[in-house]
């Protein structure tokens, strides 16, 4: 059995000490911190999502996978800086009002940490207004949103508007992700910019921060 299916299947079953250490292991046999992030820790967190929707097992078992997730990806975290960053900006992020997964969110601060992005972490349930008083307070310039529930995606169209309302909107460059979320979605509620995953986040972020929002 790989390494990762080794990774996967302690992930699977919430053993966190299990998953450290082959997380170790992986990366003292040379696998990139890609390859384990994706086929060993993230593959397992689809298997978990797909027993719980069938009913094969419950938020209890979903708890301690996201507890065994956190454990490995917190043995990846410094592999994943690109070395010698210097600080390009600033964002904040969070998880949108109602919603309490902080995976892919605290994955997506890793990345725009590596890449030389501040990020002030607003946490899990934060509302439209938290966002716009990180902006207001803090100086932050890239609101990234994520969400993980079909019903609290809505709360990203909530962000963009606040930020419309209180004149604000050209001033930040709002991004959207998750795993409801869409590119057609992203231009629905007039976002800015979506992307599937964490890495391709960072990379956005970094290109706007540098570059500013294309028009
Ligand atoms: Co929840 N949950 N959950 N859950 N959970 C899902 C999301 C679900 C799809 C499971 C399922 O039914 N198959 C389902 C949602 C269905 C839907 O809305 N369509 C679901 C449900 C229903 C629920 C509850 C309602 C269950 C209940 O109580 N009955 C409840 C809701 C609580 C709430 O939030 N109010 C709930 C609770 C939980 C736990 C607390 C038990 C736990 C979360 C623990 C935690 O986060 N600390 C949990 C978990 C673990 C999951 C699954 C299994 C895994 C989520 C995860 O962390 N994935 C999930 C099923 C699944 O996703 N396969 C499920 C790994 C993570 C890295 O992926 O966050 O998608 P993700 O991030 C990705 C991309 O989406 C992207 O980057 C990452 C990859 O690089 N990304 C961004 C994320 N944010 C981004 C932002 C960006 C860009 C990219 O730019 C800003």
Do not use: W
């Not at 079953?13 to 993230?42: F, R, Y």
């Not at 999502?49 to 410094?78: D, H, Q, S």
């Not at 599937?196 to 294309?214: Q, R, T, Y």
């Amino acid at each position: 059995m790989s390494i990762c299916t080794q990774i996967s299947e302690a992930l699977q079953k919430g053993k966190k000490k299990d998953v450290e250490a082959l997380v170790q292991q992986a990366l003292d046999e040379g696998l990139t911190p890609k390859q384990i992030l994706d086929d060993g820790l993230l593959a397992a967190m689809d298997v978990v999502g797909e027993k719980f929707k069938n009913n094969e097992i419950y938020v209890p078992e979903m708890l301690v996978a996201a507890r065994a997730m956190g454990a490995g990806t917190a043995i990846l975290k410094p592999h994943l800086m690109e070395a010698g960053v210097q600080a390009i900006g600033k964002a904040a992020l969070g998880t949108v009002k109602g919603d309490l997964h902080d995976i892919g969110k605290n994955l997506v601060r890793m990345m725009f940490e590596g890449k030389g992005i501040e990020v002030v972490d607003l946490g899990v349930d934060v509302s439209a207004e938290k966002f716009v008083e990180a902006f207001e307070n803090d100086g932050v310039t890239v609101i990234a949103c994520s969400a993980l529930l079909t019903t609290t995606m809505g709360e990203m169209k909530n962000v963009v508007d606040l930020f419309t309302q209180k004149g604000y909107r050209d001033k930040v460059t709002i991004m959207v992700g998750g795993a409801p979320i869409t590119d057609s979605y992203c231009k629905s509620i007039g976002a800015d910019y979506y992307t599937p995953d964490a890495a391709s986040a960072a990379d956005v972020a970094k290109k706007v921060l540098i570059e500013g929002k294309a028009s």
